[in-house]
């Protein structure tokens, strides 16, 4: 009896709700054991219901059975744990719901770790080792677990299918080759699975070339990001020590015009109480004179008066003999007006080039994802509004419409002189820097159009100040005859339908700058450059050619 006991298992004494040795062990009505504990507890939960059922068969009873202690079980068991029972399962090795149970386990089934596809069955360790042993299963395929071993089987034959139909690219067995898919093209599934296999490694080295290639995208956007972080804070760093640098400068300023005013101020004064010195001593003397002028005058002795009078009738020059002339008191308003003169400069010098710094800042992208814009709707996503400025036009040009026009006079016009005025050429550039992604056209019969470095040469009529003399500006020259391109004194012709309104699209980053033909239904590119710009960008016109009247304009694009 108990070299028999040996020979079972744990679970066969176990307690299925607590999955443990039985203890006090009872048995239902059914049949089946549980701790005397344990069914307690669950009909204990059932009474509710007033009706109790086994867990394992799920038979109901009712009344509620009484429960007597299985004496004969229980000494058994003792029996058995005194004599040694075979080690249980770990809890681990169990099927769980999301498992693949063994099909030939009963009770609490245990992981299946092969399949077998002739058998169409999966197994747990111990009910696949007849496959290990017997020499008629040795032959048999086995696979990983899997829940499909159904889709094996032939639904309309029951039969395995080992076929493949390519006609219908579909599994068949070997029935349906010679009856529903006769005259097909059908082979071994293994025949194709080999062919498959060849399709599936080649998909599987390009797989992995795309992998491999997305890891060097990915890499270099990673190197993208730190250049993107170092270049921030180098700019911020760099902004940081500009502006410290300009306040500085405005803080010595400041500093410098209060001690030329302080200064000039005890200069002033002190000549002033200089002078009132002079004064006050010269009315003193005068005051003295005054005193024995009068005493002189109440002296009864002729003789006296007339030895004396010589002596005190002589008066002395007066200390300053120029009139003293007092001014309004603005003697230091001239530094307030000139101080003020300086604020209002600064303040209009900063609000236009601070929207250049913003508009740069916000054209900082990293080009991954916008393409080159092909219709002209998608050129108008990166519209802007350009306008003249009127420091660098040139004195035969006249603005107007908000410096989006300019006209060609006939006469020089009286501009004040600045810096930053063409001279001599008739030429004049854009108020706006241009960085990033652009786009913007102009309406002209005959004007050129160009963009230019600001650091172009204005005085003179040399090639340093002409519109594609130089490394500093491109244009795309409109004659009568046609297109031309200039360049660093590089002339490049170019062929292209004529029309009044010509496009111009700047991509900065990728160096790219490309004018086109527009006419109200097409955009024809003229001319593309690609080069690296180092400077911010302004539009510019050349109006050379026109005649007195002529208009060129930035069109407003909407």
């Known amino acids: 009896m108990a070299?028999?006991?040996?020979?079972?298992?744990?679970?066969?004494?176990?307690?299925v709700i607590c999955l443990d040795l039985l203890k006090d062990p009872v048995a239902v009505p059914c049949g089946h054991s549980y701790c005397m504990k344990c069914i307690k507890t669950h009909w204990d939960k059932e009474d509710e219901k007033r009706i109790h059922s086994c867990p394992q068969c799920r038979q109901t009873f009712k009344p509620r059975p009484v429960l007597v202690k299985n004496t004969m079980l229980a000494e058994l068991v003792d029996q058995l744990k005194k004599t040694g029972l075979q080690a249980a399962p770990n809890d681990h090795c169990y099927a769980g719901p999301d498992d693949l149970a063994c099909d030939i386990c009963t009770g609490r089934k245990l992981k299946a770790c092969k399949s077998c596809l002739q058998c169409l069955a999966s197994y747990c360790e111990k009910h696949l080792q007849p496959h290990s042993e017997a020499a008629p299963l040795k032959r048999h395929k086995l696979v990983e677990p899997s829940k499909k071993l159904q889709e094996n089987i032939c639904s309309r034959h029951d039969e395995v299918m080992k076929m493949f139909c390519r006609t219908d690219q579909r599994s068949i067995c070997y029935l349906c080759s010679v009856d529903g898919h006769r005259g097909h093209d059908t082979v071994l599934a293994a025949a194709e699975r080999i062919k498959r296999q060849k399709e599936l490694e080649a998909t599987q080295q390009n797989v992995l070339q795309r992998i491999q290639g997305r890891e060097k995208?990915?890499?270099?956007?990673?190197?993208?990001?730190?250049?993107?972080?170092?270049?921030?804070?180098?700019?911020?760093?760099?902004?940081?020590?500009?502006f410290t640098e300009m306040i500085r400068l405005m803080e010595k300023g400041r500093s410098d015009v209060k001690q030329q005013v302080r200064s000039q101020q005890e200069t002033e004064v002190s000549r002033v109480k200089k002078l009132q010195d002079k004064l006050e001593q010269e009315m003193a003397e005068l005051r003295r004179k005054d005193i024995e002028l009068k005493a002189l005058s109440h002296t009864e002795d002729h003789n006296q008066f007339l030895n004396d009078y010589p002596s005190l009738s002589q008066?002395?020059?007066p200390a300053d003999p120029t009139s003293i002339h007092i001014r309004p008191v603005t003697y230091f308003d001239?530094?307030?007006?000139?101080?003020?003169?300086?604020?209002?400069?600064?303040?209009?010098?900063?609000?236009?080039k601070w929207t250049s710094i913003s508009q740069t800042v916000a054209d900082v992208d990293v080009l991954l994802s916008d393409p080159e814009p092909k219709t002209r709707a998608e050129f108008l996503k990166y519209s802007c509004t350009i306008t003249m400025d009127p420091n660098t036009v040139n004195p035969y040009l006249l603005l107007s419409k908000r410096n989006r026009i300019a006209t060609r006079m006939g006469q020089k016009l009286s501009y004040s002189s600045h810096p930053d005025r063409f001279s001599d050429m008739w030429q004049v550039l854009s108020r706006e820097s241009l960085t990033g992604r652009r786009y913007w056209e102009v309406e002209s019969k005959g004007v050129s159009v160009a963009v230019a470095y600001?650091?172009?040469?204005?005085?003179?009529?040399?090639?340093?100040?002409?519109?594609?003399?130089?490394?500093k500006s491109w244009i795309l020259k409109c004659e009568n005859i046609g297109y031309k391109f200039w360049h660093n004194k590089v002339e490049t012709p170019v062929f292209g339908p004529r029309s009044s309104r010509l496009g111009v699209y700047l991509d900065y980053r990728a160096g790219t700058l490309s004018f086109y033909s527009i006419s109200k239904k097409t955009m024809t590119l003229l001319h593309q450059?690609?080069?690296?710009?180092?400077q911010p960008l302004h539009a510019g016109l050349w109006i050379n050619y026109s005649a007195p009247g002529d208009t060129a304009e930035f069109c407003e694009l909407k």
């Not at 070299?3 to 307690?15: A, I, M, Y």
């Not at 001239?334 to 609000?351: C, I, N, P, W």
């Not at 600001?454 to 490394?471: L, T």
């Open 529 to 534: 450059v690609k080069t690296a710009f180092t």
């Open 315 to 317: 008066v002395g020059e």
């Open 3 to 15: 070299q028999k006991g040996v020979q079972l298992d744990r679970e066969t004494f176990s307690c």
């Open 334 to 352: 001239g530094v307030t007006a000139a101080v003020s003169e300086v604020r209002d400069k600064l303040q209009d010098f900063l609000r236009e």
């Open 454 to 471: 600001k650091s172009i040469e204005r005085k003179g009529s040399s090639d340093a100040c002409i519109f594609g003399r130089n490394n």
């Open 217 to 242: 995208d990915v890499k270099l956007l990673q190197q993208e990001a730190e250049a993107i972080n170092q270049s921030a804070d180098k700019a911020v760093a760099e902004s940081e020590k500009i």
